[in-house]
């Protein structure tokens, strides 16, 4: 049997699997995804590689979530779009492959809309379409060196994104003469009746409009003289969001391959105001503002449709150059971040992105213990045979004489993953030169900081799955996502203060469920 048909028949024995977990009780344990490394609480693959989530998109109850899918190896190759869907954000259930490789190439990363007013014209008898907007790279051409490698083409479901049709005049957009030119991201700008694209293009964005998604416009361009430029500008996306003192404001979001914060790849973004066709930076071009600060959030990108107006982002957990294909999971690699609510808010330097992880993942807590207040010296231990974890710590810093203080994940190997503050330098770290194997990458088993100036007191809330932890500090001013690999999974959390102490004046700690043997509701 070939890869993809074995995919399709595992997906439909999920499908089974979790249509009986619907109608069996909350108690039934099943050992579905139980290797090691397994994330418990965040999206993988059942088998294959996977890198950027596409297509972000909320239909009638569904959020769909398509990812860069290669099914028949763990190493990235011919590019498919692979296709969960989840009603809370939380669960996901696998459903078969959406989009195959053709002739125009391999189906690159790209976004997908609900055409509500049927402006496309591929709904029928009133099934609104789902149009996706995707990049057709074509290999062959890759290899000859050509420049016109990439160019844009659409499909289309009528039936919630579970079949879709290409479209016969593909591609939409043509080859302008640039080399890297892909991942389109498009969005409905109301004030102008048109669909808006921008489109990654080597150094800068283009901007496309179109009235019906098949016949696109080139408006305007930015980003040449802006932000960083250590790598390829990959994944952006364009979205208002009305900040806390009231602004309408437009937040830019543009992914970098490499060169970005923490050296690798990294998600960067501007604030300012756009008009549909051209985006003006808020803030000095020179000014480099980053998503997120660990080693690995990448390609992130945001719903589209997102019931409430909110502004839910959710991104690749790792990164390429350094490791991304080469870390010890089998027989899938990679997994997703949390998805994560957006906002704007008001700081001292201007408005900055917060991010939390959706509020939908306090449904996962099992057990809740409150940590007493008290002053750490030292380290105190404050579980010993949890793994899947929600902790929220908050420090009084105005008495501290700590040089550094935060929590350790340890296991009984003494392998361990360390996140904290340190207090004399103002920066945030996560360290895990010690976290188990790392021979796959010289590059894996380090030390990712960054300057941040605290206040009088310290807020730290962290998630923390089999193989990654995501932490938000001070309600999600900072984000920092680490991925690792412990020989035996972390079971200890310990609350540390080297140097001095620090009075914790509140915590509290979540053991979290998995995803995949509960109930699926
Ligand atoms: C980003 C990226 C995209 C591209 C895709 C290919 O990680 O390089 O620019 O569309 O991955 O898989």
Redesign the pocket.
Known sequence: MRMAERLLCCSLIVLLLCSCKQSSSNQEHSDYYSEQHRPEFHFSPEIGWM??PNGLVYFEGEYHLFY?YYPDSTV?GP?HWGHTVSTDLVHWMHLPVALYPDSLG?I??GSAVVDKDNTSGFGSQGQIPLVAIF?H?DPAKAKAERIDVETQSIAYSLDKGRIWTKYAANPVVKNPGIR?F??PKVLWHEESKHWIMPI?AHDHLEFYHSPNLKEWTKTGEFGQSHGAHGGVW??PDIFPLRASNGAEKWVLIQ?M?RGAVNGG?GAQYFVGYFDGTTFINDNPPELQLWLDYGADN??GVTWFNAPKDRRIFIS?MSQ?FDYAQKVPTHPWRSAMTVPRELSLKETNAGLRLFQLPVEELTGLRSDTMTIVKQEIRDSVTIREATTLLELELEFDLSSSTATDFGFVLKNKLGEQVIIGYHRIDSTFYIDRTKSGKSSFSDKFARVDSTPYSAHSTMKIRAFVDVASVEVFVDDGRLAMTEIFFPNEDFTITQIFSNGGSVNLQAGRIYALESIWKQRMN
Do not use: G, L, P
């Open positions: 890198n950027d860069q990235w590019m391999y690159f990363s990049t790279h890297n892909r991942d990654a990959e994944c992914n391959d790849s990448y390609a690749w390429w």
